[in-house]
């Protein structure tokens, strides 16, 4: 089955870097070497399959290595990086990655047996893809290949894909922070929208945590164990990562920062090179937003 997709990941991904393809909600990544750069991104709630190679996603504290069948699975928006740490020109790093509609996971859990709640619920973890997965990721690449099936199979393939995703104990631990209604990790889901859909204001963490009908205290503890990072941290890596695709796009440094809430360029500048390895004038030719 990995061989099947390694084939037509190959077929689909002629470039190097990220490809797009017909399928909506897919792209293919391809590199043939473990000196690309780090790759920086806010990934929403999505999936990925690695087919061949090896990376290493990255957030906050928390390291993740994960190669052939193996799966990242990220059930809410998350700052992260990654770096490719198996790659050559003959077997290049090959990866699917599929975004998953949070609202549709949500409404097909209704229908799935009840959530085995987990002691360590996490936004982000690795596990093994089944026999079955893969079969439903294999016929969802076949279908760029029929445009005429799309509107009819499209819908269906990533219905069996969440249902699996569902099915699976491992998959359906790592997605309890968007299914279990009031429970705590739920509610650092409801903060996670909160501080990205605010990320460029000051947030009162302590009124955020009262919203939330959370203590404080309870409140950064669930936060961090989730996410890996504290509810500042969190808002700072968007922050951070969204002045990165300005200075891309040919913002100045003074511009990216004050466009992403900065009142300091200086602060701004330690924040960025802390986090980035380089001052954002350095890195601004290097940037490599996911696209």
């Known amino acids: 089955m990995i061989e099947a997709l390694i084939a037509l990941a190959r077929n689909l991904a002629p470039q190097e870097g990220i490809n797009t393809c017909l399928l909506p909600d897919v792209e293919?990544?391809?590199?043939?070497?473990?000196?690309?750069?780090?790759?920086?991104?806010?990934?929403?709630?999505?999936?990925?399959?690695?087919?061949?190679?090896?990376?290493?996603?990255?957030?906050?504290?928390?390291?993740?290595?994960?190669g052939a069948g193996e799966a990242a699975l990220i059930a809410l928006d998350m700052p992260l990086s990654a770096r490719i740490t198996q790659a050559t020109p003959a077997r290049p790093y090959l990866c699917v990655h599929i975004a998953l509609d949070a609202a549709q996971m949500s409404k097909t859990a209704a229908a799935s047996p009840p959530l085995v709640q987990s002691a360590t619920p996490a936004a982000l973890g690795i596990f093994t893809a089944d026999e079955g997965l893969l079969d439903s990721i294999r016929r969802l690449l076949q279908l760029a290949a029929h445009a005429e099936l799309l509107p009819q199979?499209?819908?269906?393939?990533?219905?069996?894909?969440?249902?699996?995703?569902?099915?699976h104990p491992a998959s359906r631990a790592l997605l309890q922070p968007l299914l279990t209604g009031s429970q705590p990790s739920r509610r650092i889901?409801?903060?996670?929208?909160?501080?990205?859909?605010?990320?460029?204001?000051?947030?009162?963490?302590?009124?955020?945590?009262?919203?939330?009908h959370m203590s404080p205290a309870a409140f950064r503890q669930h936060f961090k164990h989730i996410t890996g990072?504290?509810?500042?941290?969190?808002?700072?890596?968007?922050?951070?990562?969204?002045?990165?695709?300005?200075?891309?796009q040919g913002h100045t440094a003074a511009e990216a920062a004050a466009r992403v809430g900065y009142?300091?360029?200086?602060?701004?500048?330690?924040?960025?090179?802390?986090?980035?390895?380089?001052?954002?004038?350095?890195?601004?030719?290097?940037?490599q937003p996911k696209n």
């Open 229 to 248: 990072l504290s509810p500042l941290q969190y808002q700072k890596q968007l922050r951070l990562q969204a002045a990165r695709q300005l200075l891309h």
């Open 189 to 212: 889901a409801q903060a996670v929208t909160l501080l990205k859909q605010n990320m460029y204001e000051k947030v009162a963490i302590d009124a955020l945590a009262t919203e939330l």
């Open 153 to 167: 199979l499209l819908p269906l393939i990533h219905q069996e894909i969440a249902v699996r995703l569902l099915h």
């Open 28 to 66: 293919i990544y391809r590199f043939s070497s473990t000196n690309t750069p780090p790759l920086y991104s806010t990934f929403s709630t999505s999936l990925t399959l690695t087919l061949q190679g090896q990376k290493e996603i990255i957030c906050g504290a928390q390291s993740h290595r994960y």
């Open 263 to 287: 009142e300091s360029a200086s602060q701004f500048s330690r924040e960025y090179r802390r986090h980035f390895g380089s001052p954002p004038a350095t890195d601004a030719g290097q940037a």
